[in-house]
């Protein structure tokens, strides 16, 4: 699926192929990202897994992430069907664990193409659907780019969500040969977002602008572990949105090679030097993402309003 209504064309040979796994409804981040990935018309959208963010606080986090995709495509009036996929259900119980998934399955089977386009999968929750992509078919390693939102900061590491919820498959897919561009903690935190800034540049834009910035809100507002842990009162942090930047624009000086490490059950990096490179990225730029969003967002809803 590719959105193209733009007066502008993006050139035949620079379209990429993307699969987006998202672990959807843990927050209200990935939405902003998965919008953004539909609209860009550099992306051919050949699927979108949803993941789970562990079975801690639902256990049927997949489902829910599941569920979230479908309002999101429904509300943008764009169909579904084809593109939805459901990942693994829970993290990966050790390095070893086959846990087949459709999000798995669709990572094999688009990898596997016969198609000369490059195919990047973005990975903005855990990495287990990927893990166990690998662990099925180890002929896909050289055949994609993964993108990841995850870890802690370089050079040591640190407790961070996303790897939280499958250390296990982080430790494969570092131990792989999958060429891998890393977007830890303290990078991804680099987009801050004001709930002003929100309201004037995403809110009127359609009935998927007012539920991105509602479901933003509410999230906010909810009780629990996980309450507003990027919050100080008017901001956010659209910490998934790099991965679909990225993408669009690589940041060719702002990323490290770093022999990938091995992580230990405490988040913390542990570097053997045994395993091949990776790009560990240091800086984005949220400007460009940012106003790329805006821009996308505001031109499909007035081309949506005139059909």
């Known amino acids: 699926m590719r959105y193209t209504s733009y007066a502008f064309q993006v050139p035949e040979e620079k379209i990429v192929r993307v699969i987006t796994n998202t672990d959807a409804k843990n927050e209200a981040d990935d939405q902003f990202a998965i919008v953004h990935a539909l609209l860009s018309p550099k992306f051919?959208?050949?699927?979108?897994?949803?993941?789970?963010?562990g079975i801690t606080r639902h256990q049927d986090s997949m489902q829910q992430s599941y569920r979230e995709l479908e309002t999101i495509f429904e509300k943008m009036g764009f169909p579904s069907d084809g593109l939805l996929f459901h990942g693994c259900e829970r993290p990966l119980a050790s390095k070893t664990e086959l846990l087949p998934s459709e999000g798995a399955s669709l990572i094999i089977e688009e990898a596997m193409k016969d198609d000369p386009r490059p195919l990047y999968v973005l990975?903005?929750?855990?990495l287990t659907d990927l893990a166990s992509a690998y662990l099925q078919e180890p002929r896909i390693a050289n055949r994609l780019t993964a993108i990841w939102i995850g870890g802690g900061a370089y050079p040591s590491g640190s407790i961070e969500y996303n790897l939280s919820n499958d250390i296990h498959a982080a430790n494969v897919v570092f131990s792989s040969t999958i060429p891998v561009w890393q977007v830890p903690k303290n990078v991804y935190e680099m987009i801050p977002v004001s709930l002003a800034e929100l309201e004037q540049k995403v809110y009127p834009h359609g009935e998927i602008g007012a539920y991105l910035l509602d479901q933003l809100n509410e999230?906010?507002?909810?009780?629990?572990?996980r309450k507003s842990a990027f919050r100080s009162g008017e901001t956010w942090v659209l910490g998934d949105s790099p991965a679909v930047g990225l993408v669009l624009y690589e940041h060719r000086y702002e990323f490290d090679w770093v022999p990938a490490p091995m992580i230990g059950m405490d988040m913390q990096y542990v570097h053997t030097g045994l395993n091949r490179p990776i790009r560990v990225y240091r800086r984005i730029d949220p400007r460009l993402i940012l106003e790329d969003f805006y821009s996308k967002l505001a031109l499909f809803a007035s081309t949506t309003a005139r059909t």
Do not use: C, D, R, T
Not at 44 to 53: D, P, S
Not at 219 to 225: L, Q, V
């Open 123 to 126: 990975f903005l929750g855990p």
């Open 44 to 53: 051919e959208n050949v699927g979108f897994i949803a993941a789970h963010y």
């Open 219 to 225: 999230h906010a507002h909810e009780e629990g572990p």
